[in-house]
């Protein structure tokens, strides 16, 4: 589902004041311009840190050192005193993380790191009035809050449960010892992911400051048989620029369709009482299309901090192009040529979904989409708009795969039917989306009420009708839980 960017264009104050000038000049709020300050110095610092504190060159606990104080100098620039929290989090779960039983780390990790981000949100909107009044730190504070019960989770896999008890994506991520207090430090507060995420695997991190990243990623596709002898050192410069481009037309979208079309248009007199429905419908899909920059943006320029740093390398493609998405947050292009709601939240803020699906989804034994929308919702705030969001985004998401397993077959007989299917399903799912997100970035209630009664609540009414009328069947596709060894040992058996 739909996102904010942690520390992303929405701050409203932060902790320096020293470009002012360049704010007042620009006529972009301070906190906008302290965050794009932030992120490209870091830009630089991690090529800086790549070239000259290589692994080849320096030793992990210097490299784990650097990026940290770094790291924290960037949140104390950002968000000046409110930055304690962050360090009062982090400090609270090393202490469960070094006296918990392995058996129960993850759960008392997970409680008091949801529970503390929680309190911090109420206490942002609803004792300082929507944060109106109070520095939106809450962004570092999300992405740590990922990153604790993501190694939480890892620790009790690797050193809690049986070998066999695991998936196979489990215990390729499985942590099977304690990280020091440094490893700690540098993997949750690190200078390239604590602005703007993204969040990431402890095993993958600790190979990119030890050096074996990118060896790891190549031997996983058998390099030898693709004819080489000895392990490539491929850049990341190219896919840096790349992403840099990207950012700058994002940016540029930002600064010219964002201000053209505010999400307070939604509400306006003429919108709600004058318009036609079927120009409703066009208008509400443009205003969230002008949403969408500022996450490319964020998302984007945070991708390719880390990647100027050397991390993020995923392997090599079917075309033999090494690949540097393994952080990546959204592809674009399929965002924007979605043809189902579950295509659409797959490429959307994917390594937070990323997160919820191995922490919650895997997990839960009951009612995981329910499940995994609430705690989504509690990730991202308290704002009732995020509420109206993800409930509706289960009704639409159950509605949606309902449709698809009754009626997509039999437009897989001919290329001009599927070309015909795709067209349609492309056009309802940006629909469904737009009026899915809206409450996300109007946030309040009344103005969310206010734009549901004005669209007569017609997705709601179109999602329950199908959902009552139209038969459930089951995915063959799609299996929630993740095999383990024993569950495959028994098939075997079988």
């Known amino acids: 589902m739909a996102a904010e960017p942690p520390s992303s264009l929405s701050y409203r104050t932060t902790g320096s004041t020293c470009l002012h000038p360049l704010s007042e000049l620009l006529g972009i709020p301070l906190d906008q311009v302290n965050f794009v300050a932030c992120q490209v110095f870091a830009l630089f610092a991690a090529l800086w840190f790549r070239i000259y504190l290589s692994p080849g060159k320096t030793s992990p606990n210097v490299r784990h050192a650097f990026v940290t104080i770094f790291g924290i100098y960037f949140v104390i620039f950002c968000f000046g005193w409110y930055s304690i929290h962050l360090f009062v989090l982090v400090l609270m779960c090393y202490g469960i993380m070094v006296t918990a039983n392995v058996s129960s780390i993850h759960r008392y990790s997970f409680f008091v790191a949801m529970g503390y981000l929680t309190i911090c949100h109420i206490s942002r909107i609803y004792i300082f009035h929507y944060g109106i009044l109070t520095t939106d730190f809450s962004g570092p504070l999300m992405i ?48 390239m992911s604590v602005i703007a995420g993204p969040c990431n695997n402890f095993k993958d991190y600790i190979d990119f400051i030890e050096g074996r990243h990118i060896h790891t990623k190549l031997l996983e596709v058998n390099w030898k048989q693709r004819g080489f002898h000895s392990l490539p050192e491929p850049s990341p410069i190219r896919a840096v620029i790349r992403k ?23 509400v306006d007199d003429w919108f709600v009482h004058k318009a036609n429905f ?216 079988d």
């Open 244 to 266: 840099l481009c990207m950012t700058l037309v994002s940016l540029l979208l930002f600064l010219t369709l964002t201000k053209s079309f505010p999400v307070t248009c939604l």
């Open 278 to 493: 079927l120009t409703r419908l066009c208008y509400l899909y443009i205003v969230m299309q002008a949403s969408k920059p500022k996450y490319y943006f964020a998302w984007t320029l945070a991708d390719a901090v880390n990647n100027a740093a050397g991390f993020g390398f995923s392997g090599v493609d079917k075309n033999g192009n090494f690949c540097w998405d393994l952080l990546s947050n959204l592809n674009i292009w399929k965002i924007e040529t979605a043809t189902s709601f579950k295509m659409y939240l797959e490429n959307w803020n994917i390594q937070t979904a990323t997160w919820l699906k191995r922490v919650c989804y895997e997990r839960v034994p009951w009612y995981p989409t329910v499940l995994t929308f609430v705690l989504s919702a509690l990730w991202h705030g308290v704002y009732p708009g995020y509420y109206f969001t993800f409930l509706t985004g289960i009704l639409i998401t159950v509605a949606s795969r309902t449709v698809r397993n009754n009626y997509r077959c039999y437009f897989l007989s001919s290329k001009a039917l599927k070309v015909v299917y795709d067209v349609v399903t492309w056009a309802v799912t940006q629909l469904a989306v737009s009026y899915t997100v809206a409450p996300f970035v109007m946030l309040a209630v009344e103005p969310t009420i206010s734009l549901y009664k004005s669209m007569y609540f017609y997705l709601h009414i179109i999602s329950l009708l199908i959902i009552l009328f139209l038969p459930i069947k089951p995915h063959a596709h799609i299996q929630r839980q993740p095999q383990t060894l024993n569950s495959v040992n028994k098939k075997k058996k």
């Open 144 to 191: 740590v809050t990922q990153k604790i019960t993501t190694l939480a989770f890892q620790v009790h896999d690797g050193l809690g449960r049986r070998a066999e008890d695991l998936s196979a994506e489990q215990h390729r991520l499985a942590v099977k010892v304690k990280p020091s207090f440094l490893e700690y430090l540098s993997y949750l507060l690190n200078f």
